[in-house]
């Protein structure tokens, strides 16, 4: 075998075994648990402005998370089963945010009171 032989066997060598240290390297994350999504998911619902200090909550079973609570309209529901759908580890949302308007506002009474009568106007004889 000549020099420029050995070189080319030499450096293919090397790639193949550097290949093979790489792909050994490349193994994928073991999947997430319940607790650990549960986490995620709150924390990406926390930290989500369009959603803001509304009253959700997530819990996760088999990679299943289940949303329950109260949002003031429809897009902050949408937006937060949006956000746990894109935990990774997720398989499916199960979305049970009720929607609830803003309160209404108080009731007027029906009749204003009448003025008080001040006493120095009075007609009255005295």
């Known amino acids: ?3 420029q032989t050995i070189r080319t066997i030499a450096r293919t060598s090397l790639l193949v ?4 240290m790489l ?3 490349c193994k994928s994350a073991p999947p997430a648990d319940d607790a650990d999504l549960t ?3 709150d924390i990406r619902l926390a930290s ?3 959603i803001g200090p509304q009253s959700i909550q997530a819990s996760v079973s088999n990679g299943i998370v289940t949303l329950t609570g109260m949002v003031t309209n429809a897009a902050a529901r949408t937006v937060a089963g949006a956000d746990a759908a894109h935990v990774s580890g997720v398989k499916s949302v199960v979305n049970n945010i009720a929607v609830q308007g803003p309160p209404p506002p108080p ?3 029906d009749q204003a009171p009448a003025p008080a009568e001040d006493p120095a106007l009075s ?3 005295s």
């Open 1 to 3: 075998m000549d020099a």
């Open 23 to 25: 792909l050994a390297g």
């Open 107 to 109: 009731k007027q009474p």
């Open 48 to 50: 989500d402005q369009t």
């Open 123 to 125: 007609t009255s004889g």
């Open 17 to 20: 075994l550097s290949f093979t």
């Open 39 to 41: 986490s995620q998911v």
